[in-house]
Structures are given as structure tokens and as C-alpha cells.
């Protein structure tokens, strides 16, 4: 994401919550055994972007969806992306 938008190198070392956080209101980190695949399922600040070709690969949602599936989902849950 840096490479494609240098001027986000200032959040490299993360993002506080919050309401201006690119992840919106809750994320949904995605591993592959131990090993983090950096795609994440979130929410977003800008919910007129889901559905367009602004991700690296992550899949947004709104907040009021991320929040019910995070609350939905135990740790460890398979995801297969389709």
C-alpha cells in the first residue's frame, strides 16, 4: 500500500482506532497457519469506496456489517475468499 501511496509512510507503524482509521470500526486479520497474509476483512471510513478497485487485496465492509460478523466470529474460524 506504501508503494502505491508513499504519503501513507507516516501510519507504516499503525493506525490509533478511531474514527478517521482506514480499517474502520473493527478488522479482521486473516493468517494462514502462523503466518499473517496481510489481507484483511474491515470496515471502512469511506463506504462509498466498497465494492471498487481501491484495496490490496482486502475486503471491505460496512461498519455496521464488520462490526456484527467481528462479534459473530470466534478466533480461528476457516475463511475461504471466493
Not at 493506525?15 to 482506514?22: A, K, L, Q, R, W
Not at 497457519?33 to 476483512?41: A, E, K, P, V, Y
Request: charged share 20%.
Amino acid at each position: 500500500m506504501i508503494s502505491r501511496k508513499p504519503h501513507l509512510v507516516q501510519y507504516a507503524g499503525g493506525v490509533p482506532g478511531g474514527p478517521n482509521n482506514p480499517l474502520g470500526a473493527r478488522a479482521l486479520y486473516l493468517y494462514r497457519g502462523n503466518r499473517d497474509t496481510l489481507f484483511r476483512i474491515h470496515g471502512t471510513n469511506e463506504p462509498w469506496l466498497i465494492g471498487t478497485a481501491v484495496s490490496n487485496g482486502c475486503i471491505r465492509l460496512t461498519n455496521e456489517d464488520i462490526i456484527d460478523l467481528y462479534d459473530r466470529t470466534p478466533l480461528d474460524t476457516p475463511v475461504l475468499v471466493i
